[in-house]
């Protein structure tokens, strides 16, 4: 496994690992996710059930356009927070755990990308939008939330893994903190067969209770990973 030596870590001097200023810089980047995140939603009112029409979701759309482009615009803007943290704790990971998270990571942020186009294409023209077309669109997206958490399970394993192990200067408290949120994930898979109520796709089990927890986690791993590493935990080179 390659490590950083003393010699090398003039190299790597543009990271904010040094220095009391900055050395919770990973704990910041955690909160700019969570703040950017929240902010879009303070901006965009319930969106419509899975049982709703057609009608009622081009109505929505046509009432809340602005408010659904800017909160996809913040949620944009928090991948770069988000990426930022997820690469610091990359570093902390070693052995073949640093390319599962990195996989699951890059599922959650491509899988939100496209979630967006979806939520942005219905809010260009709404006010020519077709109802079936409208229905069909907001079933599909409405599937985010359920595949996602595959991905999220996948990206927080190798760090709960390794806060267990106390790798990487890692807490036990944050293993049981992914234990806890990694349970929540795998039975939130069940929304893929739910069709109204809780446990509806793209309803409050993914996005109020999944989603919830997803931000407690990030806070966690951020204040967490905040501190250099102990003495004789390397950070793995990339």
């Avoid at 992914?178 to 893929?192: D, R």
Wanted: aromatic letters at 10%; charged letters at 10%; proline letters at 6%.
């Amino acid at each position: 496994m390659p490590t950083v030596k003393a010699r090398d870590r003039a190299s790597l001097s543009w990271l904010p690992i040094g220095g009391c200023g900055m050395k919770r810089w990973p704990l910041y980047v955690a909160i700019a996710y969570v703040v950017l995140l929240f902010a879009g939603l303070t901006f965009l009112p319930a969106a419509p059930e899975t049982t709703a029409s057609g009608k009622e979701i081009v109505h929505y759309y046509q009432e809340h356009a602005s408010a659904v482009r800017l909160a996809m615009w913040l949620g944009a803007w928090s991948t770069v927070p988000l990426v930022l943290l997820i690469a610091h704790l990359r570093s902390r990971l070693t052995g073949i755990g640093r390319d599962v998270m990195l996989l699951g990571a890059a599922s959650l942020v491509a899988t939100t990308a496209v979630w967006s186009w979806f939520n942005l294409g219905l809010a260009l023209h709404p006010n020519t939008l077709d109802a079936h077309v409208a229905r069909t669109i907001t079933d599909v997206g409405a599937y985010f939330g359920p595949v996602l958490t595959v991905s999220v399970v996948l990206l927080i394993t190798p760090v709960g893994l390794a806060a267990w192990r106390r790798e990487g200067g890692l807490p036990r408290w944050l293993a049981w903190l992914t234990i806890v949120f990694a349970v929540e994930q795998s039975i939130e898979t069940i929304t893929i067969f739910g069709k109204s109520g809780f446990i509806a796709p793209g309803g409050p089990m993914n996005f109020s209770l999944g989603a919830g927890l997803l931000l407690i986690w990030v806070i966690g791993v951020g204040a967490a990973s905040s501190s250099a590493p102990p003495s004789g935990v390397p950070i793995v080179a990339t």
